[in-house]
Nanobody, 130 residues
Framework: EVQLAESGGGLVQAGGSLRLSCVAS????????IGWFRQGPGNEREGIAC????????FYADSMKGRFTVSSDNAKNTVYLQMHSLVVEDTAVYYC???????????????????????WGQGTLVTVSS
């Protein structure tokens, strides 16, 4: 059974940094793609970045480029999202998702909406204060 668990959220002041973790189990470590999404109050869930576990290549939604970095550590079954220069508008629940289609969803190159993706974690709340 595939399971995903996000952690690392919390309260941070604007301008600060935070690193989120997504620990996965029950999947093929040699062939996977994991994406990061977020959903703020009253907003639709939006893609941030995705990464291929086979080669570590990361991709980013255009609106998310610059402040966020996705990386992976296969030995720890973990994908990270490093966030810098946080602003209040970054306040959201952050989710990771495991699905072969996650990168096209993040990049907006497919009509498939985010809720068609198969495996999700429960999310971790990031609150940015001014």
């Amino acid at each position: 059974e595939v399971q995903l668990a996000e952690s690392g959220g919390g309260l941070v002041q604007a301008g600060g940094s935070l690193r989120l973790s997504c620990v996965a189990s029950g999947f093929d470590k040699d062939d996977y793609t994991i994406g990061w999404f977020r959903q703020g109050p009253g907003n639709e869930r939006e893609g941030i970045a995705c990464i291929s576990g086979s080669d570590g290549t990361g991709f980013y939604a255009d609106s998310m480029k610059g402040r966020f970095t996705v990386s992976s550590d296969n030995a720890k079954n973990t994908v990270y999202l490093q966030m810098h220069s946080l602003v209040v508008e970054d306040t959201a629940v952050y989710y990771c998702a495991l699905d072969p289609r996650v990168c096209p969803v993040v990049l907006g190159t497919t009509p498939i909406p985010w809720h068609y993706l198969e495996h999700w974690g429960q999310g971790t709340l990031v609150t940015v204060s001014s």
